[in-house]
């Protein structure tokens, strides 16, 4: 696949591939459910805009909102979908692929 190709289904990819969001979405991936504080401590980020990213997110269907225990009160909380676990995958892929043709491209001249 050619890199205009790789790089437009990227682009299709718009919820998952913006930087906050593709982190929110890579520390669910690795870490689990996770409550929306843990979420908002450990990505350093204001509620308001955590918030508004876990919403694009929930529309998407690429995350679930859950209740969970933590110490002796529910909370909210996230976790991934299987359509979330898909188009992370999809985009880390498409990443991967654009990552070999850099490497690939990386002993030609620069005209």
Known sequence: MDLSSLLRRLQEED????????SILILLALEGRRSFKELRDTLGLSPGNL????????????????RCLRGLRYVTCYEMTETGVEKLGKVLDLAGRISELIKEGEGRSQD
Not at 51 to 66: A, D, F, I, P, Y
């Open 15 to 22: 919820a998952v591939v913006q930087p906050r969001r593709l």
């Open 51 to 66: 918030g508004s990213h876990m919403k694009v997110l929930e529309e998407k269907e690429l995350v679930r909102k859950t």
